[in-house]
């Protein structure tokens, strides 16, 4: 599976941006989508996870009611809607697969095997 993650960008405080993850290859081994950030001189955090169907999804406490997850599975692409961004949200945001059927949605990076490469997104106080 192959990932390509779009989307990144400066912003001000309290604007949006939407972030794309397209997937190739072996899609249909796919279990669950994640993305994931890190910020300059900090460890890596979980931001939100989808399952490939859309039936679940899960998020972190710190971007609860601003960001959304969602799929296009016709178009073997994730996105993450960011709205009320904050200048703690900048990073580099990176999307991430999980092709292991555990039925569980996974916050932890070890339990994703494979990674796109990373959009920066910055956000100005």
């Known amino acids: 599976v192959q990932l390509q993650a779009s989307g990144g960008g400066l912003v001000q405080a309290g604007g949006s941006l939407r972030l794309s993850c397209a997937a190739s290859g072996r899609t249909g081994n796919v279990y669950a989508m994640g993305w994931f950030r890190q910020a300059p001189g900090k460890e890596g955090e979980f931001v939100t996870a989808?399952?490939?169907?859309?039936?679940?999804?899960i998020y972190a406490d710190s971007v609860k009611g601003r960001f959304t997850i969602s799929r296009d599975n016709a178009k073997n692409t994730v996105y993450l809607q960011m709205n009320s961004l904050k200048p703690e949200d900048t990073a580099v945001y990176y999307c991430?697969?999980?092709?292991?059927?555990?039925?569980?949605?996974?916050?932890?990076?070890?339990?994703?095997?494979?990674w796109g490469q990373g959009t920066q997104v910055t956000v100005s106080s």
């Open positions: 991430a697969a999980d092709v292991t059927w555990s039925r569980i949605l996974s916050t932890k990076p070890p339990s994703y095997d494979y």
């Open positions: 989808i399952t490939w169907s859309g039936s679940s999804t």
